[in-house]
């Protein structure tokens, strides 16, 4: 059962919702402040575990119509079998039960944040909404991934994330799902989902990929010259639209790129 919980979560995409969380509470509290207060080793338990296992178990609940088109669910990712469909629900709905602590702790504006995070996280995949087969809504949903960041930056400062950050972090959050979302675009089409992948078709894709990225690679290069390495992003994608990488190859990397970039802009927000 714990490998099958382990497996739902995608442990290589972890960093994806951790790291903007410990970004944001080094931000705003310092790491000497961080490694003393139980809300920020709660927070790292509840991103790297709980949280994944929610999002991803609702998408795996939801997406059968898709999954059994997609060459890398059951190898790399979880596939989930018409007989596990009550285990997936059981599951996601215990995951959800861990945030209810953060709700107790929260104000009111940060408390509606995690509340749109769960809704984004939830109606991604789930119908009526059901935003991953809305063209430029899929995407632009991603922003889930930067909110836990936003979310204790805002409880601990009482401040809002500057609009300038937002932008560059809300454009990476982008254009991943963008790029992810390309090798997938066969399956996709197959199950009947426009997605802006599927609309685009892979190369309008990859370039709105660049452009999303340059902007993220743009701003966030002025704040150090440390970071200018996000400039990697659009480079890759370059470097797939003119042949030179293999987009499939690629997508795997990016969990360990977005780890070291990550791990950069923590030990930044930490000494600045």
């Known amino acids: 059962m714990i490998k099958t919980i382990l497996f739902i979560s995608r442990p290589r995409f972890w960093i994806y919702l951790l790291g903007p969380f410990l970004v ?3 931000a705003a509290a310092g ?14 338990f509840f991103f790297l575990l709980p949280a994944n296992v929610f ?6 609940f939801f997406d059968g119509d898709t999954d059994i088109h997609n060459e890398k669910k059951g190898i790399k990712e979880s596939l989930m079998r018409a ?39 939830f ?24 909110l836990p960041g936003v979310i204790i930056y805002q ?3 009482k401040e809002t994330v ?26 996709d089409r197959k199950a009947g989902l426009i997605t802006t992948a599927v609309l685009l078709e892979k190369k309008n894709s990859l370039v709105l990929c660049m452009i999303l990225w340059g902007v993220t690679a743009f701003i966030v290069s002025g704040i150090s010259p440390v970071l200018s390495l996000a400039w990697i992003y659009p480079l890759i994608v370059a470097a797939v639209y003119a042949g030179y990488m293999s ?13 070291l970039l990550g791990f950069l802009l923590f030990i930044y927000v930490a000494l600045v």
């Open 24 to 26: 944001g509470f080094v």
């Open 31 to 44: 790491i000497s402040d961080a490694v003393v207060s139980p809300v920020f080793w709660y927070g790292f």
């Open 55 to 60: 999002l991803y178990g609702v998408n795996d």
């Open 83 to 121: 007989s596990d469909r009550a285990f997936y629900m059981r599951v996601s709905l215990i995951s959800f039960l861990f945030a209810l602590p953060f709700f107790l702790f929260l104000d009111t504006q940060s408390t509606l944040l995690l509340a749109v995070f769960f809704l984004l996280a």
């Open 123 to 146: 109606f991604y995949s789930a119908p009526p909404l059901r935003l991953k087969a809305k063209p430029f809504l899929d995407f632009i949903s991603n922003i889930l991934y930067i």
């Open 155 to 157: 409880q601990i400062t």
């Open 162 to 187: 500057p609009l300038i950050l937002l932008i560059a972090a809300g454009c990476w959050a982008g254009a991943m799902h963008l790029y992810s979302a390309i090798p997938d675009i066969k399956a």
């Open 247 to 259: 987009l499939k190859k690629t997508y795997w990397y990016f969990p360990w790129i977005n780890l």
